[in-house]
C-alpha cells in the first residue's frame, strides 16, 4: 500500500534552518507529482510547496518562496524540504501528500489539498522566537 514517511522536523529558533524528508513506498514514484502542506492549530491546512512528477516545475506558497526549497530523487523515492530562515509563523505540523492522479494537472491546481490522495503521518516543525 502507499505509504509516507516524513521525518526531520524539531525545535527551532528563529533564523534557523531545517531539513524535512519523506520517503515513499507502496507507488511508482517517479510519476506523480508530489507536494508539502503544513497546518497550524486552529487552522486550515496550507499548501507548502509542489514539485512536478519529473522534477522539472516547481511551485511555492508566497510565504515561504526564496526560503523552502523542495527537491526529490526519484532513484531512492524521497523528497525534500529545506527550510531557511524559519520564523513563528513557519510553526506547524508538515505533511507530504502523493497527488491524486499521475496525470497532467496545472500548477494552479496544486494549492488544494482535494488534489492529492495520500498523505504521512506529519512530522512537527517548532519555530521560537
Known amino acids: 500500500q502507499v505509504q509516507l514517511v516524513e521525518s526531520g522536523g524539531g525545535l527551532v529558533q528563529a533564523g534557523g534552518s531545517l531539513r524535512l524528508s519523506c520517503a515513499a513506498s507502496g507507488f511508482t514514484f517517479k510519476n506523480y507529482n508530489m507536494a508539502w502542506f503544513r497546518q497550524a492549530p486552529g487552522k486550515e491546512r496550507e499548501f507548502v510547496a509542489a514539485?512536478?512528477?519529473?522534477?522539472?516545475?516547481?511551485y511555492y506558497a508566497d510565504s515561504v518562496k526564496a526560503r523552502f526549497t523542495i527537491s526529490r530523487d526519484n532513484a531512492k523515492n524521497t523528497m525534500s524540504l529545506q527550510m531557511i530562515s524559519l520564523n513563528p509563523e513557519d510553526t506547524a505540523v508538515y505533511y507530504c501528500a502523493r497527488a491524486r492522479s499521475a496525470l497532467y494537472t496545472p500548477t494552479s491546481a496544486w494549492v488544494d489539498p482535494k488534489n492529492f490522495e495520500y498523505w504521512g503521518q506529519g512530522t512537527q516543525v517548532t519555530v521560537s522566537s
Open positions: 514539485m512536478s512528477w519529473s522534477g522539472v516545475t516547481t
